[in-house]
């Protein structure tokens, strides 16, 4: 009879748990990565909806769900962040292409991470058939031994 290893076996489920681990970090990895691009895309609204607005009135968010109504005196320049804590200036319109970019490539950084779930999801579904099949096989070898007795 072919007796599973349980050392394979207890193997296979350091594999599964790790890849479960896996699995949750790029999952969170996503979430911050659509986190930043719906923020990137509400940006581009309101600077297109401040270029529009006639008197420059916008609602400014402070905190705890309280708004300020405030007036912009430069709609016309925007400071970005451009990444490791560095800001920069730009003109309205720099800005919102600039924000299109980055939109571009989170899309395409939470594609590649989202194929990399997937597959990670692949080998764990095949580790967890092959654990459930040594365990149908070691049930059966009890059940085989009990019958001869």
């Known amino acids: 009879m072919n007796q599973a290893d349980p050392r394979e076996i207890q193997t296979l489920q350091m594999y599964l748990n790790e890849y479960g681990q896996q699995i949750e970090i790029l999952t969170q990895q996503l979430g911050m990565i659509e986190q930043q691009r719906i923020e990137a895309v509400a940006a581009i609204e309101t600077l297109r909806a401040l270029q529009e607005s006639t008197d420059g009135v916008v609602l400014l968010p402070i905190g705890g769900g309280a708004l300020l109504r405030v007036q912009v005196l430069d709609a016309g320049h925007v400071i970005v962040n451009i990444g490791a804590d560095v800001s920069v200036e730009r003109a309205s319109a720099d800005a919102i292409e600039y924000l299109g970019d980055r939109i571009t490539e989170l899309e395409a950084v939470g594609k590649k991470?989202?194929?990399?779930?997937?597959?990670?999801?692949?080998?764990?579904?095949?580790?967890s058939r092959r654990i459930e099949a040594a365990y149908r096989g070691i049930r059966q070898g009890e059940a085989g031994q009990g019958g001869i007795r």
């Open 113 to 127: 991470v989202a194929g990399s779930v997937e597959q990670l999801q692949g080998q764990a579904t095949e580790i």
